[in-house]
């Protein structure tokens, strides 16, 4: 089975799982292009499986933009998405942010739909969610830890041609784009800016403070949201 595959099968596993399986926490990662986002969600996803055997520890996924497209499309989840979400929005805030974008083109439809399936893996928990604005979707699930990433310009461009294969120019080039994009489909859909840092619980320079630190401290929120998840 392909990792395409292999992610579709554990969500149609999660949205089978009754109310006293979900709610578990989940982070989401917000990041200045090259500051490493992705290699934060593995480090994370590492110091979870070798600092607790809880079960709200165990079975942890990455969900970025690519894989959120490609749930949302699937024709298969269809059903049990929108089961799921006319259940939770009878009396949720949320429903007023889709109800604004329903009506208009085709990309805003998909964006939606995005949304929602983040919106639900947020519900469900276990995951790290890279960009698409999860912290703003899922920012009134209270088992979420929200982060974002910045680092020095000169570390980023260098991450960047090592993730490209590009020399300095079209690596900053593409920088540029990508954080231009990001900001504006935050502005265009959320009304907000990137980078206020009170949309965040932590906003972390990688500049002067290594990913592991940063894993770490995030495994300590997610212990924290985990009690009180059992506490009630």
Same mark, same amino acid.
């Given at each position: 089975m392909n990792p395409i595959e292999l992610v579709k099968k554990y969500l149609?596993?999660? #949205? *089978?799982?009754? $109310?006293?399986?979900?709610?578990? $926490? %989940?982070?989401?990662?917000?990041?200045?292009? =090259?500051?490493?986002?992705?290699?934060? +969600?593995? !480090?994370?996803?590492?110091?979870?499986?070798?600092?607790?055997?809880?079960?709200? +520890?165990? =079975?942890?996924?990455?969900?970025?933009?690519?894989l959120c497209l490609l749930l949302a499309q699937d024709p298969e989840l269809n059903a049990p998405l929108d089961s799921l979400l006319r259940e939770e929005y009878q009396s949720s805030f949320q429903q007023a942010l889709f109800d604004i974008l329903t009506g208009h083109d085709?990309?805003? *439809? #998909?964006h939606k739909r995005i949304f929602e399936v983040i919106r639900i893996l947020g519900m469900i928990g276990r995951v790290v969610i890279v960009g698409r604005a999860g912290n703003l979707v899922t920012r009134d699930l209270r088992?979420?830890?929200?982060?974002?990433?910045?680092? $020095?310009? $000169?570390?980023?461009? *260098?991450?960047?041609?090592?993730?490209?294969? +590009?020399?300095?120019?079209?690596?900053?080039r593409e920088? !540029?784009?990508?954080?231009?994009?990001?900001?504006?489909m935050v502005r265009d859909y %959320?009304?907000?800016?990137?980078?206020n840092p009170l949309d965040f619980d932590c906003v972390w320079n990688l500049g002067a403070v290594n990913t592991a630190f940063v894993a770490d401290a995030t495994?300590?929120?997610?212990?924290? *949201? +985990?009690?009180?998840r059992r506490h009630g």
């Open positions: 149609r596993e999660r #949205l *089978k799982l009754n $109310p006293d399986q979900t709610g578990f $926490p %989940f982070v989401t990662i917000s990041r200045e292009s =090259g500051a490493g986002g992705h290699t934060l +969600a593995r !480090e994370i996803l590492r110091q979870l499986e070798r600092s607790t055997d809880a079960d709200w +520890a165990r =079975g942890w996924e990455v969900f970025d933009y690519r085709e990309q805003y *439809k #998909l088992s979420g830890v929200h982060l974002r990433l910045v680092a $020095p310009m $000169p570390l980023r461009v *260098k991450q960047m041609m090592e993730l490209m294969d +590009a020399d300095e120019e079209t690596a900053r920088m !540029e784009k990508q954080d231009r994009e990001r900001a504006e %959320f009304n907000r800016d990137i980078a495994v300590r929120l997610l212990t924290e *949201k +985990a009690h009180r």
